[in-house]
């Protein structure tokens, strides 16, 4: 357990999206921190040592050694922490793209099964699961899990197994020569790799308001803002979204905050949402389903001041005072790297693999070889998916984790050219 002095202090306004987004990086990565909002000029010179609360140097974060960065990108964060790393090799047997739970268990039985495996992670590790304030389907977890814990929980196997971890690093492009992927990061970075597994899962989708940039990370959040949820206290909440993501942000949120609104497009929770999570919604006193509503306009000029609401079948429009907004809305996987080498995706963008690809019983025609890929085997030979990119799959902490695994054997069967 760390103790307070062992905590990174962060000190900024409550308007700050940067701020916002070191406590969301630092909570995910399962590092604690202490969050001190300056309420006014005073504060921000007695406590932040700036001019006030204005001043660009904010936020102020503050390390358990002493050290002091200003305003820090989580680049410079993952850097003081010590996480961020040159590749240390110049050829890998394989590397993996995403730290979800597929990633992570791709870089678990990958490192452990004795191959030089390096993953890549362009944020923080854990993925969506990261996000989540408590998995409780997860096997072997009775009494659920926080997906910062189990992602740090894997992290530490992965490494222990001998696997390199690159955080803060984002896969941008493709090549593939036979026998040899070559990703380039966005910094440049080259990685080359016998076999490579895409386990990039999805990016949060976003209401597509006007405003809604601006107001990101000061009032409106996407995923269930699992770092935000003690500075609610005596707050009105909404959540926007009626899958299981949103019930469990719903079920984070509503002992703390005043009272907490979920605003779904459909008519009943029980077609979106799993049983369990409706009886506990039913039984808070405190949280009211708004149906067949969504939010239709959002208002701030620093930070987010008020929502509107609209009902679907009659058109009434709601304007209500907010200041915090969190959008789970699902997401949409991102992967426009893999059409530009030809790799088969479905009409969403999800990766087509192995029998998926059959269209009565024909194989795509840039499948290249005699034999038919591998379940997890894009049209590319020896890229793999696993996890939510991947098309068809159940977008479940345990299946990405299984498929991850299942990867890996797949990776050993191409790499001794079966
Ligand atoms: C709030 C929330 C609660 C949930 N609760 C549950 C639950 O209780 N039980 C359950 O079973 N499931 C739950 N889920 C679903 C579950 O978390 C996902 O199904 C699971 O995380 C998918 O894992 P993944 O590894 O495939 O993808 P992700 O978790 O999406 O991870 C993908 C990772 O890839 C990284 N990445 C993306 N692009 C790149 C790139 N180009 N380069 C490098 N890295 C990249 C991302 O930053 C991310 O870290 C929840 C999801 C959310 C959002």
Redesign the pocket.
Known sequence: MATDTARVKILGTGASSRAYMIRDFLHRSDVPFEWIELGNDEQARAEAGVTGLHDKRLPVCVFPDGARLECPTIRQITEKLGWFHDPSRSEYDLAI????????SAAVYGASEGLSTVL???????????????????LGFPNGIS?ADLAERAREQALRFGAEILIG????RGEFLPGKGVGH?ADGTKIVARATIC??????RRLNLPNEEQLLGAGVYY??G?SEAEFCAGEEVFVVGGG??AG??VMHFSPVARSVAMVIRGSSLKETLSQYLVDRIAASPNVRVLHDSEVTAIEGDEALQSIEITNRQTGDRQKSEACRLFV?IG?DP?TD?AEDVGIVRDKAGYLVTGPDLLQGNRLPESWPLERSPYYLETTMPGVFA????RHG?V??????VG??AMAVALVHRYLAGG
């Open positions: 793209y995403g730290g979800g739970p597929a990633g992570l890549i992670e362009r944020c923080a590790i854990g993925g969506q699961a990261g996000s989540s304030s408590k998995i409780e389907n997860y997906g690093r984002e896969g941008v990061l386990a990039t899962g999805v990016r949060y995923g269930a699992a299981n993501s469990q942000a789970c997401g991102h790297w696993a996890g939510d990119v799959s977008k479940r902490c345990a299946s990405a498929e991850g």
